[in-house]
């Protein structure tokens, strides 16, 4: 149940209405005869509300006039560059940027000063020890009360991890772009160790290929700083047997070693290089394929205590990378070996011959069918060119066709004539084309097949024709109308001359006469006494 309230009495309504509004004119005097005490006393509160910020959150903090000089620093910059407040002022502040850096630095703040616009640049900062802190810098412009630009406030951010993590994570696409494109494990190795000096820093490293069951170690690379620069270092021995480390990082896995004059870990360690100085921080790592440990990365640092934890996963980050492409690199190289033996049974066993010659002439590769149908031996091949193969009368042509072969054409159709050992003419037809390696001829490849016999039984051929024809055209020769005379039977020649039947035939035949007498001619003019067709 409700109840409806009486409406308002007006006359006690406005007078509650003019009483409040001289509440407030009253409290209002009060507040302004106050005024100067009151601003002075927010100042004072927000100044120590902006030191006790300064002095709490996690960045360093400055103040700049508007020439750009330093007139405030906070305690976080004091504790992370080893500066005094006193030695930050002015252009002091300097001091803590990276000297690469500094310039530039220096330059964007005097470009940013006219315009009064907020500032935002990255820079290394030196830390009281030395190392370098990737600072980000942002500052808003300040201005008084007449709204006159009087300077900068800003803070600069530890932005190390997160730029140490890109610059982790481009190295890392970098080096597994690089290490696809790698063939052999030293290539695969120069780009890891470059990669991990970047990274991690070293002043020397290799790589060895281990293996425990063998007893078996091979060095792939090994680097070791000389006069300021990184040299390549020749191993003792090819083949070793794996360190006392190489068997700790087996059972193990990673290890960070940082000498001591306590900790040396000398015994486990093997020299190398520049034997007269040892490094103090070690880092050693496992690389692995899918199976198993197949090799150890180290990289070494004459500094003490150059390394840490994070440092031992960023280098274990590298050898599982380099470990894959081991292993791709192994599998081709046994896919390589396979085919090749393939391809060799093949070339070996084809009575083709085939031959690989070097852009100077040099015979490179023959196979068994080639020594075959020549003659020559294996130990002829050192001293002989392939021109000297050659015949003379086919010698310029062949090396025409040759020019033409290592510039990139194929010859499909070629038939020349070479010279055997013991100086006979062998015919051979084939082609011949080129191998290139980053643009540049390295050899040339052909196939000819032995076609002698073939062009000999041409030739007999092609002989045999010749006679035919001559044959054709002697009998064309005594074919049609022949002009005789009825009474003593003399044949009239193309000349006009005429001659006996016996002569005419003999001249345009191989026709040969043998005389003797039918037996009409027999009974009628010897009377039957000579006998007829005499021997």
């Not at 009495?9 to 009253?26: H, N, T, Y």
């Not at 052999?184 to 060895?208: C, K």
């Not at 007269?276 to 004459?302: E, K």
């Not at 050899?443 to 045999?464: G, K, N, P, V, Y």
Request: some cysteine; charged content about 25%.
């Amino acid at each position: 149940m409700t109840a409806s309230l009486p409406p308002p009495d007006p006359v006690d309504f406005a007078s509650r209405l003019a009483e409040a509004e001289e509440q407030v004119r009253l409290l209002s005097a009060r507040l302004g005869r106050d005024e100067p005490g009151r601003r002075d006393r927010e100042h004072t509160a927000h100044h120590r509300r902006n030191e006790v910020l300064a002095a709490v959150v996690p960045v360093l903090m400055f103040q700049t006039d508007n020439t750009g000089r330093c007139t405030y620093v906070n305690d976080r910059w004091c504790q992370s560059t080893g500066l005094t407040v006193a030695g930050s002022l002015g252009e002091g502040w300097l001091d803590a940027v990276h000297a690469d850096d500094r310039a530039r630095i220096r330059s964007e703040l005097e470009h940013a000063l006219p315009t009064a616009l907020p500032w935002r640049a990255e820079a290394r900062l030196l830390r009281p020890d030395r190392s370098v802190m990737q600072g980000l810098s942002q500052a808003v412009p300040d201005f008084d009360e007449d709204k006159n630009f009087t300077g900068y406030i800003g803070t600069v951010t530890d932005i190390t991890e997160s730029h140490r993590a890109v610059e982790i994570s481009e190295a890392f696409a970098e080096l597994g772009s690089r290490l696809n494109e790698a063939t052999t494990p030293r290539a695969a190795a120069e780009i890891t160790l470059e990669i991990a000096g970047r990274l991690v820093g070293l002043d020397s490293g290799f790589l060895n290929l281990e293996s425990l069951d063998r007893n078996q170690a091979i060095p792939v690379l090994i680097l070791d700083r000389v006069d300021g620069k990184l040299a390549e270092i020749q191993p003792d021995q090819v083949f070793g047997a794996p360190t006392p480390m190489a068997r700790r990082v087996a059972i193990e896995g990673a290890q960070l070693i940082l000498r001591t004059p306590l900790n040396d870990a000398g015994q486990e360690l093997i020299l190398f290089g520049d034997t007269n100085r040892r490094s103090a921080s070690l880092l050693f790592v496992p690389v692995r394929t899918r199976r198993r440990m197949v090799g150890v990365l180290s990289v070494q640092s004459y500094t003490p205590q150059a390394y840490g934890r994070k440092d031992l996963e960023t280098m274990q980050g590298l050898a599982d990378h380099v470990g894959g492409a081991l292993e791709r690199i192994e599998a081709t190289e046994a896919l390589r070996q396979s085919q090749e033996e393939r391809f060799r049974d093949f070339v070996e066993n084809t009575t083709d011959l085939v031959q690989s010659v070097a852009p100077d002439g040099r015979l490179q590769f023959v196979n068994r069918a080639w020594l075959d149908a020549l003659g020559y031996r294996v130990e002829d091949l050192p001293r002989l060119g392939f021109f000297d193969i050659v015949h003379p009368d086919c010698r310029a042509d062949c090396v025409a066709l040759f020019d033409r072969v290592l510039r990139g054409e194929t010859m499909g159709h070629i038939r020349t004539t070479f010279v055997s050992r013991d100086g006979r003419r062998v015919q051979v037809e084939g082609n011949a084309s080129c191998r290139f390696e980053d643009g540049k001829p390295v050899a040339t490849r052909a196939i000819f097949r032995d076609i002698t016999e073939s062009h000999q039984a041409e030739q007999e051929r092609e002989r045999l024709i010749l006679e035919l024809q001559e044959a054709l055209a002697q009998v064309k020769a005594l074919s049609g109308l022949l002009p005789m005379c009825a009474w003593c039977r003399k044949i009239r020649d193309d000349e006009g001359y005429w001659e006996n039947v016996e002569g005419y035939v003999r001249r345009h035949s191989e026709v040969k006469f043998t005389h003797g007498m039918c037996p009409e001619c027999s009974q009628k003019f010897a009377g039957g006494v000579l006998p007829p067709n005499p021997p």
